[in-house]
């Protein structure tokens, strides 16, 4: 074992965990408001990306600028969207206002296109993080991954505290599960719902400033994200804000370590088999079959190519079994 | 002036016309029972006053037409609705729902905590407890105080007594008299007859979507052809 490859994969793991969760956050506290998935959560994410692209490159403002305004920015677009879009959907049931998010998706995704073109924006980790923070036996653990972990951390203990501490807190925590009580007893139900909306999308961008520069910048990056975040949303359990966390991080780690992985599913078949004392002789045959029916080729491939399976897996498996989701709550 | 005055109050659930032309007035510290059989549109009376279902028609508070406002501007304005729901709000304590009752920007107010801890001990017991946990009773009183700590001018109460042992009910009752004797209008949604004979001014009977007969509770009670047609079962 190479506990420091594990180790620094562990890390990066956390580090993805924990933006995932900055973007399910919020989809899982709008969906708890609205009661229906928001499909243009994720474009949320790639404006925040663009939108920090023009602002510390374009613009030359630095990252540093960027990282506090691109999610007041794109949280006051939320607002808006909000205001004057989905308040007014609402009305005609869930089923318009799911059909009008998944316009905006598109809508949003066009617009970039439209604007930046199809290309990949040389989006760029600032040059101060760019360079290894510690290394375990010889693997780097970069300080960008580290910024990453600790802006992503200290967000969820501000926001952990705003919703159990203060007294606006607990009228949105009331507002989310009981919004008439909460109107009766005079506090303003379509502006808290606002506000969350907003908050949510600014969680978003933050996510998109802070992951982009990891990955790439392009009109595809929600499209790639999307699916994703729904997936940790249903198998966390949906409206679960905990739900959400560990998925988030079980779908992080999980997903770091197939991409670091070298290994392809041959080679894992044959320690597997070396563990259990299995002779490999025994199996021959039946690789043998498995090849000639035609997954021979799957089992050639590497766990990463294999691993991009795993997040969809797990959610049909927690559909099948506890389709609340892990910590959600059956509905009654 | 009436406080609170409702004129021709019409309201539709889809295409079912529930609420079909209600007439009422409650004056400043005056306690209205509003009597009815199971589904002739009480607590829909409550709602649309509340602005949760919307009201065609007229609904003036002191004076000023609140029909068409939001829930919260009208509770704002000075009314207080507990609905017959009871819901509490879960994962909160029952300080911490007693605390959401105090509206934005509220200033002095009529109520404090302690009223209700002195009114109901059980409550000061469990002031840290989810609300979640407590007894249908408890909840019952937790929503009520929540609602007064909004220090209403009118307070709508639906079905307070509902299922609940007679000793709580008595508790109910306590409450009420508390509130009238802070000069707080009542208008109180009951179906059990003797609580509101007590300490009603005035009572309404409903039937049908209208209110079909007003008077105070002693010619209610002498009026034995009102109370068969439209409150005895
Ligand atoms: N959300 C709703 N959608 C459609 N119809 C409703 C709805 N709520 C109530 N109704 C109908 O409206 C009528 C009046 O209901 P309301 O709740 O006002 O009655 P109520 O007098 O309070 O009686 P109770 O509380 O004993 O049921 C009833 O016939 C009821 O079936
Ligand atoms: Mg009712």
């Known amino acids: 074992m190479d506990w420091g490859f594990i180790t620094v994969t562990l890390l990066d793991g956390l580090a993805r965990g924990l933006y995932y969760f900055l973007v399910s956050a919020g989809l899982t506290l709008i969906f708890s408001m609205m009661g229906v998935l928001n499909f243009a959560h994720a474009s949320f994410f790639m404006l925040g990306g663009y939108f920090a692209y023009i602002i510390a490159q374009e613009w030359g403002l630095t990252f540093w600028i960027a990282l506090p305004a691109v999610p007041l920015i794109v949280g006051a677009i939320g607002m808006v969207v909000e205001r004057f879009g989905l308040r007014h959907v609402h009305k005609f049931g869930h089923v318009a206002e799911l059909i009008f998010t998944f316009g905006l998706a598109f809508l949003l995704q066009e617009f970039v296109k439209l604007v930046f073109g199809q290309d990949t924006k040389p989006y760029a980790v600032p040059e101060v993080l760019q360079g290894t923070l510690f290394t375990v036996g010889d693997q780097p653990f970069g300080s960008y991954r580290a910024f990453m972990i600790l802006v992503s951390i200290s967000i969820f203990i501000g926001l952990y505290l705003l919703l159990t501490r203060t007294r606006v807190g607990m009228i949105i925590q009331a507002a989310l599960t009981h919004p008439n009580t909460v109107s009766n007893l005079g506090h303003n139900v379509p502006l808290i719902f606002m506000a969350v909306f907003g908050v949510g999308t600014a969680l978003a961008a933050l996510a998109g400033v802070i992951a982009l520069p990891t990955d790439a910048l392009q009109p595809g990056s929600a499209a790639r994200l999307g699916p994703i975040i729904f997936v940790i949303i249903v198998v966390g359990g949906l409206g679960s804000l905990n739900g959400a966390l560990v998925a988030s991080m079980i779908i992080g780690i999980l997903t770091t370590m197939f991409d670091a992985s070298q290994l392809s599913v041959f080679s894992v078949m044959e320690a597997v088999a070396n563990m259990l004392g299995i002779e490999w002789s025994l199996l021959e045959r039946p690789t043998y079959e498995l090849r000639r029916l035609m997954i021979g080729d799957l089992i050639m491939m590497s766990t990463k190519q294999v691993g991009a399976l795993f997040p969809y897996l797990l959610m049909v498996l927690i559909l099948i079994f506890r389709p609340q989701g892990l910590l959600g709550k059956r509905e009654s | ?233």
């Open chain 2, 1 to 233: 002036m009436a406080l609170l005055n409702v004129n021709d109050l019409n309201a539709y659930y889809g295409k079912s016309h529930i609420l079909q032309g209600v007439n009422m007035t409650i004056d400043e510290g005056e306690i209205i029972s509003l009597l009815g059989r199971n589904g002739v549109g009480r607590s829909t009376t409550c709602k649309s006053i509340m602005g949760e279902v919307p009201p065609k028609g007229s609904i003036t508070f002191r004076g000023k037409e609140i029909a068409g406002l939001a829930p919260h501007q009208i509770a704002q304005s000075g009314i207080g609705y507990v609905p017959e729901n009871r819901d509490v709000f879960p994962g909160l304590t029952v300080k911490q729902n007693l605390n959401l009752g105090v509206k934005p920007g509220q200033g002095a107010s009529r109520w404090s905590e302690e009223d209700f801890f002195e009114l109901f001990p059980n409550l000061r017991e469990r002031q840290d407890v989810d609300a979640a946990a407590l007894s249908g009773g408890e909840q019952q009183m937790l929503t009520m105080a929540r609602t007064l700590m909004g220090d209403p001018d009118v307070v709508m109460i639906d079905e307070p007594t509902e299922g609940l042992s007679p000793q709580m009910c008595q508790r109910v009752a306590d409450l009420l008299e508390e509130i009238a004797r802070r000069k707080i209008a009542i208008l109180l949604v009951e179906q059990k007859l003797t609580i509101a004979m007590k300490i009603s001014t005035r009572v309404y009977v409903m039937g049908h979507g209208q209110i079909v007969y007003e008077g105070t509770p002693d010619e209610l009670m002498s009026n034995d052809e009102i109370r068969q047609e439209w409150l005895e079962v």
